[in-house]
C-alpha cells in the first residue's frame, strides 16, 4: 500500500557529508512521524533520529549533533542531512514512516524504505 524510496547513498571521504532523503508515496491519508535507522554488518539496527507531523524531533544520542532530520510534509519525505562523517558511519541507512491510509479508518501502520549503503572511506 505504501513505498518509501530513498535516495543519496554512496561512498564518501572520512570527513564529508552526505544528504539522504526518502519519500513516501501509495495510499496516504497522513504520514505521521518519521525516522531513520542504520544496520552495519554483524549489528542490530539502530534508531539515528525522528521527526513527527508537527515538526519535533528527537535524535540519538550516538550522533553528537551531526546529523539533522528533517521532512517536507507536503512531499511526503525525510531527509537526514550527515556531516563528518567517519567509517564507523558506514551501514545501510532505512528510513521508516507511520501511516494511514484512510481518513475513515484510525488504523495507522509502520513502513520502511528499501535502505541505501552509505560507506565512508578513511
Known amino acids: 500500500q505504501v513505498q518509501l524510496v530513498e535516495s543519496g547513498g554512496g561512498l564518501v571521504q572520512a570527513g564529508g557529508s552526505l544528504r539522504l532523503s526518502c519519500a513516501a508515496s501509495g495510499s496516504i491519508f497522513r504520514v505521521n512521524d518519521m525516522a531513520w535507522y542504520r544496520q552495519a554488518p554483524g549489528k542490530q539496527r539502530e534508531f539515528l533520529a525522528a521527526v513527527t507531523s508537527g515538526g519535533n524531533t528527537n535524535y540519538a544520542d550516538l550522533l553528537k549533533g551531526r546529523f539533522t532530520i528533517s521532512r517536507d510534509k507536503a512531499k511526503n519525505t525525510v531527509y537526514l542531512q550527515m556531516n563528518s562523517l567517519n567509517p564507523e558511519d558506514t551501514a545501510v541507512y532505512y528510513c521508516?514512516?507511520?501511516?494511514?491510509?484512510?481518513?475513515?479508518?484510525?488504523?495507522?501502520?509502520?513502513?520502511w524504505g528499501q535502505g541505501t549503503q552509505v560507506t565512508v572511506s578513511s
Open positions: 521508516l514512516a507511520n501511516v494511514q491510509s484512510r481518513p475513515w479508518s484510525s488504523s495507522k501502520n509502520d513502513y
